[in-house]
């Protein structure tokens, strides 16, 4: 949980950053407490951010959630409206993570972004005129099939998660080239359908298996885009996130901007 106080709208105050519970009565718990140690004596006139999975209709309570099952179906909107007295926006953090790079970060003044994170999962969203684009559900890039015999997703093969649990041990402790130059081609396969997709002026890849060290090599994806891509002239131009942490705060406060 990364939670801060803007004053103006335009930056925000030194953000808490703790571990997110697994519980959900303890994560509102600790929410709460931080977004009032963070104001103060300050009223709460809104409150924006992102969590991990696809919502309800009316982004009340997650319907799916890799990593924070208990969390699952639970009223989160309902209990920080009681809680807070102030209306509540929220988005995946991948999209409100994405947000934050096309306005204030890597994409920034780019119509069309495609936001990529690969980390523990993999996820995304596409931003359009600094706004995430409309969906029905939300945007899941990583669940996209990429074996359609086995099920076998883009996720399965290029998170971080997947990689620990093949070769039995953190990604940041797997030193050897070969296995980050074929992550690096299936990430571009992976990169290949959502340009045909979403079709973005820009990718702006983030998340650990990104920007960590060691990290997939983005000249190697370019590399391979390039070799696979042959539906359009040329491929977007493909950049690293550049706001580490609090990218979703800044896509906080540009979301709360347009509503």
């Not at 951010?49 to 890799?66: D, M, N, Q, V, Y």
């Not at 093949?166 to 359908?193: C, F, Q, R, S, Y």
Request: aromatic share 6%.
């Amino acid at each position: 949980m990364r939670v801060a106080f803007s004053a103006d709208g335009v930056s925000f105050e030194a953000p808490q950053n703790v571990s997110t519970p697994a519980s959900y009565e303890d994560g509102l718990r600790l929410f709460l407490d931080l977004a009032r140690r963070c104001a103060g004596d300050r009223k709460v006139e809104a409150v924006c951010g992102g969590i991990a999975g696809p919502f309800t209709e009316h982004k009340r309570s997650l319907i799916g959630s890799p990593n924070l099952g208990d969390w699952i179906g639970k009223p989160l909107k309902n209990n920080l409206e009681e809680n807070l007295q102030a209306p509540i926006y929220i988005e995946n953090d991948s999209a409100i993570v994405g947000l934050g790079e096309a306005v204030s970060g890597a994409g920034r003044g780019t119509e069309i972004v495609a936001y990529i994170t690969v980390s523990t999962g993999v996820g995304g969203a596409r931003i359009l005129k600094s706004k995430i684009d409309e969906k029905a559900l939300g945007f899941e890039p990583g669940h996209q099939i990429l074996d359609y015999k086995a099920g076998t997703t883009l996720e399965n093969l290029v998170s971080g998660k997947s990689l620990e649990a093949k070769m039995g041990k953190a990604p940041k402790d797997i030193t050897d080239n070969l296995v980050w130059e074929d992550l690096a081609k299936t990430l571009a396969v992976g990169l290949h359908n959502t340009i045909v997709h979403w079709s973005p002026q820009m990718i702006v890849l983030g998340g650990s298996m990104i920007i960590g060290n060691p990290s997939i090599p983005l000249e190697s994806v370019e590399r391979c885009l390039k070799e696979t891509l042959h539906i359009f002239p040329e491929i977007p131009v493909i950049k690293k996130a550049e706001l580490g942490d609090f990218g979703g705060l800044w896509g906080a406060l540009a979301y709360l901007k347009s509503v």
